[in-house]
């Protein structure tokens, strides 16, 4: 399996414009998770998904931010307007449901909004 | 929920150094607990695991034993090289049964050759 996949790596984009980025979790996982990562606040738990279904989403940090996922193989996370404090690194994760199983990375997405 | 506290970095060793990184936890059972460690410019890759008390997690070198009595579940390696240097973060789940992960803050160890 080629793991967890993130598009695009890298992102550049004014303050106020919308930006969406995409997750492709590992084939037979029905948990996903997103992230962010800063160096202030570290690695931060936006939203999870079991089954497709959002279960939690107490880790977003305003409506700004909105996160979707159509079917077991993508979701994204589209955040509009975005403004410079987005400005990180956000990791998608996925794991097979079970209490004891790990959760697997994508490489991340870095996100610089100027 | 569960939580955890591993300890501030940086670390900075020279190559061969014996490294501890610790961790301790409060849980309502026995979780999992996990290590993660994020090499520069990646996303985070699991190093180990432990699923019991006293069971020993161990991955290219590294080891953590799951100990129920001290609450901790520290990262050891008897002689670090300097490709060990990255950002390792510990982890359990946010509950029992929860499929969420809680991680430390992260600890970054920099090993000098």
């Known amino acids: 399996d080629a793991g967890v996949i993130q598009s695009p790596r890298h992102e550049v984009t004014e303050m106020g414009q919308e930006v969406t980025l995409r997750c492709k979790p590992i084939?037979?996982?029905?948990?996903l998770f997103w992230y962010r990562q800063t160096m202030m606040r570290g690695l931060e738990l936006l939203i999870y998904?079991?089954?497709?279904?959002?279960?939690?989403d107490s880790g977003m940090p305003e409506d700004r931010f909105s996160a979707k996922m159509p079917n077991a193989s993508f979701s994204t996370l589209k955040i509009q307007p975005s403004e410079p404090r987005d400005s990180a690194v956000y990791f998608c994760?996925?794991?097979?449901?079970?209490?004891?199983?790990?959760?697997?990375f994508g490489q991340g997405t870095r996100l610089t909004v100027v | 929920g569960n939580s955890v506290t591993q300890m501030e970095g940086p670390v900075t060793l020279s190559e061969e150094a014996f490294l501890t990184i610790n961790c301790t936890y409060t849980?309502?059972?026995?979780?999992?607990l996990f290590w993660y460690v994020q090499y520069p410019g990646e996303g985070l890759q699991l190093l180990l695991k432990?699923?019991?008390?006293?069971d020993k997690g161990s991955n290219k070198g590294f080891e953590a034993t799951y100990r129920k009595e001290t609450t901790s579940f520290h990262l050891e390696k008897g002689s670090v090289q300097v490709s060990d240097s990255a950002v390792y973060f510990c982890?359990?789940?946010?509950?029992?049964?929860?499929?969420?992960?809680?991680f430390g803050s992260g600890t970054r160890l920099l090993v000098r050759p």
């Open positions: 994760a996925s794991s097979y449901a079970h209490w004891n199983t790990e959760a697997f």
């Open positions: 084939s037979g996982h029905n948990s």
């Open positions: 998904f079991n089954n497709n279904v959002p279960i939690d």
């Open positions: 849980a309502t059972g026995y979780p999992s």
């Open positions: 432990a699923t019991k008390a006293d």
């Open positions: 982890a359990l789940p946010l509950g029992d049964s929860s499929y969420k992960l809680i």
